[in-house]
């Protein structure tokens, strides 16, 4: 049965727009029309200027840490992206792993219920976070009617995404619009810092492969190799140090991916049939970082607001923050969050060893607590795996069919691969992120993980297309 919070929301939850589940079933080919479609549209959407800004070069980015993270758009009606999105996601979880709120997730009606109101508050989130955008000077010093636009403007498109989301989960597509619109974000960007023509100030296209090989040509013809070597360092710009950094962080986890351990098991309601059950060294897999980012991102953008508001007259804010205004923009030089915050390249971070190892260990350390926070509420610990192997009708080979026993064993392995995850992913990101990766640390990990995730479903989708009774024994049925 709900929670009487869930039910205290039905009567605005029947209000919402809603997208209909597919009736029949939805082909390969069609949710591969439909897919693409809603990728087709978020990304012309981040082509579209909020009116009536029309210059976005200098506006300050409240949440840069979660850009890519959120696949949004500076300036633009995605300036907010999936942030609402992942935010009311990442609450909901947490509140029904804590038991907080009570779901019965094998009740339809309690599996609406709980889907809707993630949907109202995400719709929620995107009115917070639009005003915190608006009072903290994201867009400058603008007159009332045009703050009063850009904010109906990024309502409509928040609805519109949460929507797009909607009907790719519901069976139209594969997988989530949320997963789609990361990876194709992050994907982009990777393209654009690799292969962008663009001249920049140091007569060099600002893509690095590019830059790089028009540094070459150079090289060759006069036989002065000083751009060739700037090639490999260009500050503030993407960098052939990025570009070797994002093919070694994706080797790596493409590899840390195929590390794990296979427990033997028996189900018992099909004549002992044997198989494995895999708990990868990565068990949380991105998580921690998405955690972490997002918290970094929001104590920056709710401190600007505060610093705009008080100024150097709060003395317990400057032990938070402290902001200098450096060409017409905020910027953060002091503080505990100028110690959280990445150094913008290998230079930076070689100029200023001590924040960089400070800012190493103190996102490592906030990663690992994220991991085993995540575990302990979400369903992921040893206790509840054990439960849910037990009512799945599986046991261990030698061992009682007892969730106790069952627990027991997967302590070996859960905790362990729990703090080791932490720290795998929260370090590569954060060196990652200091070495310039293009794509950003955060965003490589994203990458890789939700381009696994669907390879999974199109080989789950093709089996059931192509061969139906399989699937039906499998338990394998369609959206």
Not at 70 to 95: D, K, N, Y
Not at 340 to 348: D, G, H, I, K, V
Request: proline share 5%; charged share 15%; hydrophobic share 55%.
């Amino acid at each position: 049965m709900a929670s009487k919070f869930l039910e205290a929301l039905e009567p605005v939850l029947r209000v919402l727009p809603e997208v209909s589940r597919p009736r029949r079933p939805v082909s390969f080919r069609e949710k591969l029309f439909w897919t693409g479609l809603v990728l087709t549209l978020y990304m012309v959407m981040g082509q579209i200027p909020l009116y009536p800004l029309t210059v976005r070069e200098g506006v300050y980015e409240p949440l840069f840490l979660l850009r890519l993270i959120f696949a949004s758009r500076r300036g633009t009606l995605l300036e907010l992206g999936i942030g609402p999105i992942v935010t009311a996601g990442l609450i909901f979880q947490l509140l029904v792993g804590s038991k907080i709120i009570t779901v019965d997730f094998r009740d339809p009606r309690d599996r609406a219920l709980y889907t809707g109101a993630q949907k109202f508050f995400a719709i929620v989130f995107t009115a917070v976070e639009a005003l915190a955008y608006i009072l903290g000077g994201a867009y400058g010093e603008l007159p009332l009617w045009a703050n009063i636009l850009i904010f109906v403007q990024l309502m409509a498109a928040g609805v519109i995404i949460i929507l797009l989301d909607e009907l790719v989960q519901k069976g139209w597509g594969f997988g989530s619009g949320v997963s789609l619109f990361i990876a194709a974000g992050v994907a982009q960007q990777i393209f654009w810092l690799s292969l962008s023509p663009f001249i920049m100030e140091d007569n060099l296209p600002l893509g690095a492969l590019l830059a790089f090989f028009a540094a070459l040509q150079n090289a060759i013809v006069t036989g002065d190799t000083s751009a060739l070597m700037a090639a490999f360092s260009r500050r503030g710009l993407p960098d052939m140090t990025g570009f070797l950094t994002m093919i070694a962080v994706f080797l790596i986890i493409a590899y840390l991916e195929g590390i794990r351990v296979d427990v033997p098991v028996v189900h018992v309601r099909y004549g002992g049939i044997r198989g494995t059950l895999p708990f990868k060294l990565l068990y949380v897999s991105n998580v921690p970082v998405i955690l972490a980012g997002a918290l970094l991102a929001n104590l920056h953008l709710f401190s600007r607001i505060a610093w705009m508001r008080l100024g150097e007259d709060s003395w317990w804010l400057r032990y938070i923050a402290v902001y200098e205004i450096r060409e017409r923009n905020l910027e953060l030089v002091g503080g505990l969050l100028y110690y959280l915050t990445s150094p913008r390249s290998l230079a930076e971070a070689i100029s200023d060893p001590v924040r960089s190892a400070i800012y190493v260990a103190l996102f490592t350390l906030i990663c690992t607590f994220f991991a085993k926070a995540w575990v302990e509420t979400s369903g992921m610990d040893p206790r509840t795996q054990a439960q849910q192997l037990v009512d799945a009708g599986l046991q261990v080979p030698g061992f009682r069919r007892s969730p106790k026993i069952i627990a027991i064993i997967l302590e070996r392995y859960i905790p362990s691969f729990t703090l080791l995850s932490g720290i795998i992913v929260g370090l590569i990101a954060a060196v990652a992120d200091m070495l310039g990766a293009l794509g950003s640390g955060m965003g490589i990990l994203l990458l890789i993980d939700i381009m696994m995730q669907y390879k999974a479903i199109m080989d789950r989708e093709r089996i059931m297309e192509r061969y139906p009774g399989i699937a039906r024994l499998l338990g394998m049925g369609r959206a």
